[in-house]
Every structure is written in C-alpha cells, then in structure tokens.
C-alpha cells in the first residue's frame, strides 16, 4: 500500500505518518517549505515539498498512491479577519480535490481520508450528537462554518466527481509530540508548567488521544465507506479536569482558582473589543469562546462498530501530553546548561 500524507509535518498528520510507517506501508509526505518537520523527520519517508496550491507538487506526490491523507487546515478561529480561514479551509481543500479527480491520481486512488471536525455535527446540549446531526447555518463562527463547507465540498465531490473520500469528524486531541504547541496542548504545557494561574469554569470539550485519533484514520482507510462520516472522540471532559489531570502527571499542584463562566464572556467582550481597536488577533475572543461553549456530547459508535476502533481513555493521552511537555522542558534545561 502506497500512501500520501498532506500536511505530514502537524499534530494529527505526524501521528498518522508515524502509524502508516509502523504498519511497514510505503509512505509519501507532503510539507510546505521552511516548515518544522521534527514530528517525522525520523522517519524514513519520501518527501514532496509544496503547499496545498502547487498543483504540480500535488500530482506527482497522489500518483500512484492508494490511499491520501488529508491532514491540513487553519485552526486560528479567534481570527479577527477570517479570510485566511476559507482560504485555507476551503479553496485550498476544493484545489486539492480537483487535483485528486485528474485521471492519472484518480486512477489508482482507494480512498482519500479528509480530516474534518466534530464541529460540523449538529449539537445541542441535552442531545447526544451522532453523524446524522446536521449542524445548522445559523450564528456560526467562522471557523465552524469554513470546516462545514469544507466537509460539505468534500462531499460533493464524492457525488458529482465519484472521489472516494470519506470525512473523518475529530474532536479536541491531546498527546505527545505536539511540537507546534497547539492552543489546547499549551493549556497542558501550562498546567504541567505550574503556570496557569486560574481555570475556566463551565468548560467542558469531546476529546481524543492523538494517537487514537491517527488510529482512526488509518483504520478508516481500510474499512470505512466511501461518502461516510465518522465522529472520532472518546469523550467529553471538563476543562478543569484536564488541567488537573495534566498537574497530577507532572507531579506539580494544580491551580485552585476558577473563574466562573460569565467572567469568561466578560473577558471574551473586551478580548474582540481589543481586536477591533488595536487590529490585532485576541486567542480569547466571543468566537473562540462560542467554540469552546458549543458542546453537547457526542456518539462515536459508528467509528467503533464500522471501523473497528477502540480508543484508550482520554486520561492518558492528557497524561502522556503533560509528560512530553516536562520532558522537553528537562532536555532544553539539560542542553542550555552543559552549553
């Protein structure tokens, strides 16, 4: 089995990379130039260097190949211009799959496993969410509603242009090798650090391993159906909890300050007010907040029965992340020192 991993170099693309490489596949990785490649660069991999808009790099990268992982989007949902959101998220998405639809790629291509988002399942709180929940277009945030055009063009194309894509909805992931420091993998950092001065209260997200996430979409490729969505989260945690999970594993206290919710919107106001005025890009803003806030459980049964995945308990993927944090606290402490 040949396969091709697109955007080889982030969380969830490194994890998937490392797991096709484990099970002996011939792996390609696609990354962009300049881009920090330390979660695969281990690995013995063919590598193809070019951005999801190089639609030569895209072509000899997908011929030949079974199997296309597609493992690239723009996270930044407290952006106060969204433009780069749908950009990314969605032209980039439709240019990929127009490559992937030329006769030559499309020839040999099984399956192109798209990573997409729980954010596009319809939730509403006192209902558990499966795939067939759709989410309606009505006051979403930007980045929710570039993920739900993404995965509804993604779909289209398995109707229209017989692309055997399959959407694979993952919550919030926690785990090692978070080398680019995700937002959620600082909130770890910070508890594992001993720094987070408070806890958000009222907060509670779906959650997954990492590597259980990367599992997934390995596994989806080999009996997931085409046209299909799978929810893949293990379950919904407080934030409190995993600040305090991650605190436990590094041996540090955990913050025993909270705020209550409605001071988060207090501060997720004078967040976007601060964007508007000053021009800049505010992490905690009334769209970020409405993205934290948006949570109602879901049901991954279908990931379970159809595709045979059976997660590990979300506790130790925020375990194994807190320890990957202190670890490279202790080795850049180590290097400076005997520098």
């Known amino acids: 089995m040949t396969a091709l991993v697109i955007g080889a170099n982030g969380y969830l693309g490194s994890h998937v990379t490392r797991r096709l490489v484990a099970d002996g596949q011939d792996v390609r990785v696609m990354v962009r130039a300049g881009a920090n490649t330390i979660g695969i660069d281990d690995l013995s991999v063919t590598r193809f260097v070019g951005d999801i808009w190089d639609d030569a790099v895209l072509r000899e990268a997908m011929t030949g190949c079974q199997v296309v992982y597609y493992c690239v989007v723009d ?32 020839a040999g291509l099984e399956r192109f496993i798209f990573t997409s988002s729980y954010a596009t399942v319809g939730r509403r709180r006192g209902h558990v969410a499966t795939e067939a929940d759709r989410i309606v277009d009505r006051g979403l945030t930007p980045y929710v509603r570039s993920r739900v055009q993404a995965e509804d063009l993604v779909m289209q194309y398995v109707r229209d242009r017989g692309l055997p894509a399959i959407a694979m909805c993952v919550s919030t992931t926690y785990g090692a090798g978070d080398w680019g420091r995700t937002p959620h993998g600082a909130i ?128 130790e993927s925020i375990r194994e992340a807190a320890r990957f944090w202190v670890g490279l606290r202790d080795t850049k402490r180590g290097s400076s020192q005997t520098g």
């Not at 407290?78 to 959101?85: E, G, H, K, M, Q």
């Not at 439709?94 to 639809?101: D, G, I, M, S, Y």
């Open 75 to 106: 996270t930044r949902g407290w952006l106060r211009d969204p433009a780069p959101l749908f950009r990314t998220n969605v032209e980039g998405t439709r240019n990929v799959l127009e490559v992937a639809c030329h006769d030559d790629v499309a």
């Open 188 to 315: 770890i950092a910070g508890a594992a650090f001993g720094k987070l001065p408070f806890v958000m209260s009222g907060i509670e997200l779906e959650a997954v391993g990492i590597d259980d996430a990367a599992a997934a979409l390995v596994l989806a490729a080999q009996h997931g159906r085409v046209g299909e969505r799978y929810l893949v989260s293990e379950k919904m945690i407080s934030n409190a909890d995993v600040v305090r999970i991650a605190a436990e594993a590094a041996g540090v206290p955990a913050p025993t300050r909270s705020i209550p919710l409605a001071m988060s919107w207090v501060l997720a106001v004078l967040g976007s007010a601060k964007a508007r005025l000053t021009k800049t890009d505010e992490r905690l803003s009334l769209d970020s907040l409405r993205l934290m806030r948006a949570e109602a459980p879901v049901d991954c049964t279908k990931a379970k029965r159809e595709l045979g995945w059976q997660p590990r308990p979300v506790e």
